[in-house]
């Protein structure tokens, strides 16, 4: 997996997770630009799905094993949709709590990913 994704990942979720953090601090329930930066984050995790299927294709493996990694990656591609789905059902700040502690899962799951693929190989 390239390293480079992940830390894009990454970061982006953890962006995700302080704005949102933020919205909560000020008693704010997520707004529109908030699901749009769900999106954004959403569709780099499925562009790192994408990658880590050509690398599997060419016939790269995860040092870990590929059913664990599967896994994580599908987790990880699933953690904000689900938490913005949570936060439509819980319209107060805590749907905004809700999408930051998301965003904090989808790093977490994405340093778990970097040490599945190997760490460093990449």
Known sequence: MLDSVIVTVAVAAL?????????????????????????????????????????????????????????????????IPAAAFMSLAERTRWGSAIVAAGGVVLAVLELRLHEIWGGGRG
């Open 15 to 79: 962006l995700l997770a302080a704005w949102c953090g933020f919205a909560a601090y000020r008693d704010s329930a997520t707004k529109d630009w908030h699901f749009a930066g769900m999106a954004v984050v959403t569709l780099l995790a499925l562009a790192q799905l994408v990658v880590s299927v050509v690398q599997l294709a060419h016939g790269d493996r995860p040092a870990q094993g590929l059913a664990v990694f599967l896994a994580y990656q599908i987790g990880a591609v699933c953690a």
